[in-house]
C-alpha cells in the first residue's frame, strides 16, 4: 500500500467487483489464517459455491487506488430476520457466528425479508497489519448495511479482549480463548461467539 493511507482505500461491494471474490480467498490475506478455523461446517452456508452468490452486496473488498486489481482487505455481513417471534428469535443467538448464518440461510429458503445485518469477518493482508485498515473496512460494513436499509446492525466482540490481536480488532481472538468459549469459526478468519443470551458480546448500532 502507498503512503496516502488506510483512509485513502478504495472499497467497494463484490457486486460491484465480482472480478476480486477469489482473489481475497487467496495467499495475500488468507495466509493468516490458523487451520484450526478454516473447518466450521456451518461457512459451507455462507462461503460455499451457490451461497456465497446470494451475499455478494454484503460482502466487502478494499483496494490501494495504486493497485486496483490487488485486494488488501475483505470484510463480510449477513442479513436475516431478527427480532422475529415467529421463528423464536426474541434475543441474540447462544450459538454465535454460526446461528446467524443458520438464520440467514433458512430466511434465504422461506423467503423472509431480513430486518437486521450481521458483521461476519475483517480480514487484512498480513503486510498491513496496524494501518488502521480493520477499522476503515469496520465503517464501510456499516455504512453499508445503512445503504442497503437497514437501520439494526449487529457487531460480535472477541470473548476474550487479553487475547492478542489478530486481523482485526473485531474478531481478535485465540484457539485457546476459543476452545474455552466454545467459539465456532469460519475460513478465513477469527472466532466470534455470543456465549450468554443477550450478552454485551453483541453490539447493536454500534459500528
Known amino acids: 500500500m502507498t503512503q496516502a493511507g488506510a483512509e485513502q482505500l478504495v472499497v467497494a461491494t463484490f457486486a460491484e467487483r465480482p472480478d476480486l471474490l477469489a482473489k481475497v480467498f487467496e495467499p495475500e490475506i488468507q495466509s493468516a489464517v490458523p487451520e484450526f478455523m478454516r473447518h466450521d461446517p456451518t461457512a459451507v452456508l455462507y462461503y460455499g459455491d451457490g451461497h456465497l452468490d446470494r451475499y455478494l452486496d454484503y460482502g466487502l473488498v478494499a483496494v490501494d487506488p495504486a493497485e486496483p486489481d490487488r485486494p488488501v482487505a475483505r470484510a463480510f455481513s449477513v442479513p436475516f430476520a431478527f427480532p ?11 450459538g454465535g457466528w454460526d446461528q ?3 438464520w440467514a440461510h433458512r430466511d434465504q429458503l422461506a423467503g423472509v425479508r431480513a430486518t437486521a445485518v450481521s458483521a461476519l469477518e475483517i480480514m487484512v493482508a498480513p503486510r498491513l ?11 464501510a460494513l456499516r455504512d ?6 437497514f437501520s439494526r446492525s449487529l457487531r460480535p466482540v472477541a470473548p476474550d479482549r487479553q487475547a492478542p490481536r489478530t486481523a482485526s480488532p473485531l474478531l481478535a481472538n485465540t484457539s485457546r ?6 467459539c465456532h469459526t469460519i475460513p478465513g478468519c477469527a472466532p466470534i461467539s455470543a ?6 458480546r ?3 448500532a454500534a459500528w
Not at 177 to 182: D, S, T
Not at 195 to 200: E, I, L, T, V, Y
Open 100 to 102: 446467524v448464518i443458520l
Open 195 to 200: 456465549s450468554a443470551r443477550g450478552s454485551s
Open 144 to 149: 453499508n448495511a445503512r445503504r442497503l436499509g
Open 202 to 204: 453483541w453490539r447493536r
Open 177 to 182: 480463548a476459543a476452545a474455552r468459549m466454545g
Open 84 to 94: 422475529d417471534l415467529a421463528r423464536g428469535r426474541e434475543t441474540l443467538p447462544d
Open 129 to 139: 497489519h496496524g494501518r488502521g485498515i480493520s477499522r476503515v473496512m469496520l465503517a
